[in-house]
């Protein structure tokens, strides 16, 4: 299986260039590819592929000198990038989805490049990165397995290697506890053993300084370099939320795997709830899919299951004698007068989850 480790680039001046070069040049060239296809579509409907387009590489290097300074299976991938851009239009049109035509890159939509198969090696401390140089890298960790493919990323000034390697599953003990969880608001997760994972609510509470930055965003003058500036230093403060975010749902899943052997959680339509203004906020906040994701893949290299089940009435259904009790979003207490069941409104509903789960 792959699994991939993200690392903290620390490039110097010279290095920093040679990044933001190689990135210019693939997205010229992403660009000029998409052009390309659009062309050939509209002029004689035809459709070009990943071949049509990489095998004209070698000839592009000799009209365009500055491509020889990037790594030849970085320049294949961009193409490769954009064949599968193309490739999921074509699915969604198919599906009957809403189509999104792939779009040219601007500078801020073009991050990384890759490097697919070489071209790329740890030396000690340093990422060697062929056609920009030793590089170096905080290993906080060492990769495991065989490396297999490397990007770099760009993000906010700051420079980052991301290494995907062919590992092999990390098998748990086999554990017969199952559990389901109920996602919320008030609380993030509720198990169905009555166990509630708190809502650290990281965006409420960077607010004030999120308003702060977004009215130092609005003062400057568009175009200016103190705008630029603005914006940078307000792209911080959300990365900085969405890192809280992410490392407190890599601790949660990492709790709720090594638990249980089978999780259930709802399979909930986020984008449709978001559409409750009263509650869009704050279902953001929780990141629901984040959780479900982690815990999902963790769970498969783990040896374990994670079970999506139907989230109709898993409130309002008595999980003790499977009637209907209904109830307001503001009462958060269980009652049942059929058979005088009293429980938490959220414990409820995760035992009405595991039982769909255990019959799945």
């Known amino acids: 299986m792959r699994k991939t480790y993200k690392y903290r680039l620390y490039p110097t001046k010279e290095q920093e260039a040679k990044i933001q070069f190689t990135l210019e040049r693939c997205r010229l060239l992403y660009n000029r590819l998409l052009d390309e296809r ?65 779009r040219f890159k601007s500078v801020s939509r073009y991050n ?9 090696s740890i030396n000690g401390n340093r990422l060697v990165l062929s056609k920009i140089g030793e590089v170096k890298i905080k290993l906080h960790r060492q990769p495991q397995g065989k490396i297999k493919m490397c990007t770099v990323v760009v993000k906010n000034g700051k420079y980052y290697a991301c290494l995907s390697c062919e590992v092999e599953p990390n098998i748990l ?28 609510r990281f965006l409420r ?60 959680f709802e399979n909930l339509n ?40 139907d989230p109709k009435n898993t409130s309002q259904l008595c999980s003790n004698c499977g009637e209907i009790v209904p109830k307001k979003l503001s009462d958060r207490v269980h009652r049942c007068e059929h058979c005088g069941y009293v429980q938490d409104r959220d414990i409820n509903a995760a035992q009405n989850i595991l039982k769909r789960a255990l019959v799945v």
């Open 112 to 120: 990384s490049f890759t490097y697919p198969q070489g071209g790329y």
């Open 270 to 309: 986020v984008q449709g709830m978001v559409k409750n203004h009263h509650l869009a906020k704050s279902i953001v906040d929780a990141s629901w899919n984040q959780l479900v994701q982690y815990t999902t893949y963790k769970a498969e290299e783990a040896g374990r299951r994670v079970v999506l089940v």
């Open 173 to 200: 003990p086999e554990s017969h506890k199952t559990v389901g969880i109920d996602l919320g608001v008030k609380h993030l997760a509720i198990t169905s053993d009555g166990e509630f994972y708190e809502h650290p």
């Open 38 to 102: 659009r062309v050939a579509y509209n002029t004689d409907k035809t459709t070009l592929n990943y071949y049509n387009q990489a095998n004209t590489l070698t000839e592009r290097k000799k009209y365009i000198p500055a491509l020889k300074q990037v790594h030849s299976q970085v320049l294949q991938d961009v193409v490769k990038r954009l064949d599968k851009a193309f490739q999921a239009f074509f699915r969604r049109v198919k599906t009957g989805e809403k189509p999104g035509y792939p």
């Open 205 to 264: 509470e960077s607010e004030r300084k999120l308003r702060k930055k977004q009215r130092s965003v609005s003062r400057k003058k568009k175009g200016s370099s103190r705008r630029r500036k603005a914006i940078r230093e307000l792209a911080k403060v959300h990365e900085h939320i969405a890192n809280q975010r992410r490392d407190y749902a890599h601790k949660v899943s990492r709790r709720l795997v090594n638990g249980y052997g089978l999780m259930a």
